[in-house]
């Protein structure tokens, strides 16, 4: 019997069958859902190890992007203001062939900007360093090591009086060897992981130097890039292409906006806390303080690095009250980010109300811990994107 082309039973059918097939495969996936997460992970793991240097020079060109952008703005204007420029509308054909060249010198100073924020930050570790090296640091650390050594030295003469006098250890000599023998396994497989840590550590390094060349010629040849992926996206998606490009465009709204204000956050938290743990007189103060505002990229996390280093320090100096200062400080520094900065800063960058920033970063942290904490915000910016592209009657004719 043959089947017509629009038989209606058999669209059912073959509607019915794909839908079993769905069926089964989810079911499948389900059973053995952590089977599959794990294989999941193990491709992207392979993908990764494979494309590191891409994959991080992509995000560092997507990071150093707005510099790029705003020494391009300025390049332009000096550029436009050249008394050459009636020489190049003359070659405007050639000009516009080459436009590309015009991110370069922006390119360049992007990153001469963020080799010298890294080379302010360890010139400012020196200096701390060399200050405090001469009074209390390098002469405390060796009085304690000595202090150390000798009392390790007199408890290991203590236990073996106490078991020769006990008549225990007889053979001593097999017992030293064995202790020997045991310190020189210990050693070489200290070594060994040391040669293993370096090696890696050479492979990471080399990984993040082709990561910034890459993340060079992008920047460089954005519009080139740009280009190439709207084709090709283009072409893989078809019809479907021009939503998922809108959907792209907001969410690139939505973590530019939320970047933004968390570096803005991480500056005051860095200003903040070097104020303060300067004026208890700590050691290192503006040092924690950057590196507080650093760490503070991860909401919440920056304070507890500050808190943890304080203490440290703070046990350290000759006063131990200060770590107590220092901790109640960065407590205080935390309350002040948690319920006043984050919701005002962040939310202002991202266009939520501090109550939606704080319920967002709350109810994300209690549902998947500090990567809820980290997404909250955006996901929660994307949302109200996707509700006024959607459903503008919501918020109105004057929102955004």
């Not at 039973?9 to 089964?24: D, H, K, L, M, S």
Request: hydrophobic share 55%; proline share 3%; net charge neutral.
């Amino acid at each position: 019997m043959k089947l017509e082309k629009n038989n209606r039973y058999f669209n059912i059918a073959v509607y019915t069958f794909c839908t079993c097939i769905a069926i089964i495969i989810a079911t499948c996936i389900l059973l053995r859902l952590n089977l599959v997460w794990q294989i999941i992970k193990l491709g992207l793991g392979i993908v990764y190890t494979l494309l590191e240097p891409l994959i991080i020079g992509i995000v560092i060109a997507y990071l150093l992007d707005p510099i790029v952008d705003f020494y391009e703005c300025r390049w332009h204007k000096i550029a436009s203001s050249n008394k050459f420029q009636r020489h190049k509308q003359l070659h405007s054909n050639e000009v516009k062939n080459k436009r590309w060249h015009t991110r370069t010198m922006p390119t360049l100073l992007t990153f001469l900007t963020v080799i010298s924020i890294i080379g302010v930050f360890i010139l400012m570790i020196m200096i701390n360093v060399d200050q405090i090296s001469g009074s209390f640091t390098l002469s405390s650390l060796k009085e304690s090591m000595t202090y150390y050594v000798a009392y390790f030295e007199e408890m290991i003469n203590s236990f073996m009086t106490f078991t020769n006098e006990l008549g225990i250890l007889q053979e001593r000599a097999a017992f030293i060897q064995d202790i020997y023998d045991a310190i020189n396994r210990f050693v070489l497989s200290l070594y060994i992981h040391f040669i293993n840590g370096l090696t890696e550590m050479g492979i990471h390094a080399m990984n993040w130097l082709l990561a910034f060349v890459v993340a060079f010629y992008l920047l460089q040849d954005k519009a080139r890039c740009l280009a190439l992926s709207d084709r090709i996206f283009n072409h893989l998606c078809g019809k479907h292409y021009r939503g998922i490009k809108s959907l792209a465009k907001d969410v690139d709204i939505v973590f530019t906006g939320y970047i933004r204000g968390e570096v803005i956050d991480s500056i005051i938290i860095a200003i903040l806390t070097s104020i303060a743990l300067t004026l208890i007189d700590l050691d290192f103060a503006i040092i924690i303080g950057i590196i507080s505002g650093i760490f503070n990229l991860i909401p919440y996390f920056g304070p507890i690095v500050g808190f943890i280093l304080s203490i440290i320090i703070g046990i350290l100096d000759p006063n131990p009250m200060k770590a107590i200062y220092g901790a109640v400080a960065i407590l205080i520094i935390q309350q002040i980010d948690g319920w006043i900065i984050v919701p005002k800063i962040v939310g202002d960058c991202v266009n939520l109300h501090p109550i939606v920033v704080l319920l967002a970063i709350l109810i994300g942290g209690h549902l998947f811990g500090l990567v809820g904490m980290l997404l909250a915000v955006p996901v929660a910016a994307f949302i109200r994107l996707l509700l006024i592209r959607y459903m503008p009657e919501i918020f109105g004719e004057n929102e955004g």
